[in-house]
């Protein structure tokens, strides 16, 4: 996301960047291709539309995304990276 808000802000400066998968038109309110308007949240409901049965997913896939969304974000306010590290297998920090 770095390269392509430096790209942005600094046109002359960078001939080009690679933002791989950066959702920056999630700070945005601009509205592309999709028809949505992308912001605060656009990204959320991306990620909540990939767990839709119209996509593929199983029936509770929503409700079970959000609900370790919860988790996940609990670990985090309650400086719990152990738990974090554990269930994601991430390298110690």
Not at 14 to 26: H, R, V
Request: hydrophobic share 40%.
């Amino acid at each position: 996301m770095l390269a392509a808000w430096s790209k942005m802000k600094y046109p002359s400066v960078f001939d080009g960047t690679i933002a791989g998968s950066a959702p920056i038109l999630m700070f945005t309110n601009d509205e592309r291709e999709s028809g949505r308007a992308a912001g605060v949240g656009s990204y959320w409901s991306v990620v909540t539309d990939d767990a839709r049965p119209i996509s593929g997913s199983q029936v509770n896939c929503v409700e079970n995304v959000h609900y370790m969304f919860t988790i996940i974000k609990n670990w985090g306010s309650d400086n719990r990276r152990d738990l974090v590290e554990e269930a994601f297998n991430l390298c110690p920090g």
